[in-house]
């Protein structure tokens, strides 16, 4: 029986808290208004942490996948440095793609200005000390970059181009 009495009493208890608790004021606009703008700065604040992260692991691949198309094209710095003492011509072919197999031709102008580019692209690289020619999928490069490391990246970014199946770089190291 005391739990039949027990039930009623906890019920009218909670009642008595809710109507002794005091009401939320509603909130002004001014009050509201910076509830939003903390809200969008929060909200902007990790949109903005996301896209770095998104930004920072993209680079990372970026580099790693060029690294290896560095060693693939035998375009590492110790590769460079042999060919460079040899006389400063170097070149690379890459293998034979679906497309040119299925007849694909690509233009030439339209490969100068895709490496072109991808020279303004990269930081390190300067399409106005790199003068970039292309006849019928061969890719030549003369100027100057700042290291032989340089000379690779600029050819792999030329061979990388679709199109592309020879690069051939005069390309000399100038501080």
């Known amino acids: 029986m005391k739990n039949h009495l027990l039930l009623p009493a906890l019920l009218l208890l909670s009642l008595a808290f809710v109507a002794c ?17 903390k ?7 990790d949109a903005l942490e996301t896209a770095a992260d998104k ?24 590769d ?31 490969i100068v200005t895709v490496i ?5 692209a990269d930081h390190d690289l300067s399409a106005l000390k ?5 006849d019928n999928g061969v890719v030549s490069l003369k100027g100057t970059v ?8 600029a050819m792999a970014l030329a061979l990388d181009t679709d199109g592309v199946q020879q690069v051939i770089s005069t390309l000399t190291v100038a501080p």
């Open 80 to 110: 460079l440095k042999d060919d460079l003492a040899k006389g400063g011509r170097i070149v690379r072919s890459k293998s034979t793609t679906a497309a040119q197999k299925t007849g694909a031709v690509f233009d030439s102008a339209r």
């Open 146 to 153: 700042k290291s032989p490391e340089l000379v690779g990246r």
């Open 21 to 37: 608790a005091k009401k939320d004021e509603p909130m002004s606009t001014a009050d509201k208004a910076g509830a939003a703008i």
């Open 55 to 78: 930004t920072k692991a993209a680079a990372v691949s970026a580099g790693d996948a060029i690294g290896d198309k560095l060693r693939d094209w035998k375009l590492t710095p110790a």
């Open 130 to 134: 790199i003068n970039v020619d292309a």
């Open 116 to 120: 072109n580019g991808k020279y303004v």
């Open 39 to 45: 809200d969008a700065a929060a909200k902007t604040g």
